[in-house]
């Protein structure tokens, strides 16, 4: 079972600042399989990106999605008030079996 | 426009079975996409439950399996969750939702509280 790791676990910004989130696997996953979402308090996550770095419909392109093997990185180049939420990533794996991160909270500075 | 609606007790007893239903409007199940089960407990994160396929195959986390039942019922585009003896672990928020390699669609979330 792949388990998946994010740093930090809250990341303190102010608006406009760069967001920089990691997700690191315990073995390779294939990029496109790494997707990441946006949860917002008393809200159901929301997909922002898929195959490690296509964003979902409707998602702004301040946020962006890198990596491969064992590390990815969701960056928001430019924070918004509304950017300020928790972030997971997910891995689907063979089996097939989905795991989420244990999440990132971006929150105010 | 496909959306997703959890329904079921808000209140299960400990050692009970926890029982959830999820709607599907604007697609038909049968029609293919594996359909998903999430839940996050109060302050935590999220956790896959289990996901089944239109064709009816199941797959569940293996923390959960020995104690999940997921079924679906394509004349009335829905599928269901069952967890057995349920303890106050398992008050969470339980999300359904559409799966590919994501989880795209998602419900709004239905609050289910462990409690005697």
């Known amino acids: 079972e792949i388990v998946l790791t994010q740093s930090p676990g809250t990341l303190s910004l102010s608006p406009g600042e760069r967001a920089t989130l990691s997700c690191r696997a315990s073995q390779s996953v294939s990029s496109s399989y790494l997707a990441w979402y946006q949860q917002k308090p008393g809200q159901a996550p929301r997909l922002l990106i898929y195959g490690a770095s296509s964003r979902a419909t409707g998602i702004p392109d301040r946020f962006s999605g890198s990596g491969s093997g064992t590390d990815f990185t969701l960056t928001i180049s430019g924070l918004e008030p509304e950017d300020f939420a928790v972030y997971y990533c997910q891995q689907y794996g063979s089996s097939p079996q989905w795991t989420f991160g244990q999440g990132t909270k971006v929150e105010i500075k | 426009q496909v959306q997703l609606q959890e329904s079921g007790p808000g209140l299960v007893k400990p050692s009970e079975t926890l029982s959830l239903t999820c709607a599907v409007s604007g697609y038909s199940i049968s029609s293919g996409y594996y359909w998903g089960w999430i839940r996050q407990p109060p302050g935590k994160g999220l956790e896959w439950i289990g996901s089944?396929?239109?064709?009816?195959?199941?797959y569940f986390n293996p923390s959960l399996k020995s104690r999940v039942t997921m079924s679906v019922d394509t004349s009335k585009n829905h599928f269901s969750l069952k967890l057995s003896s349920v303890t106050a672990a398992d008050t969470a928020v339980y999300y359904c939702a559409r799966a590919g390699y994501t989880f795209e669609i998602w419900g709004q979330g239905t609050m289910v509280t462990v409690s005697s």
């Open positions: 089944i396929y239109h064709s009816g195959s199941t």
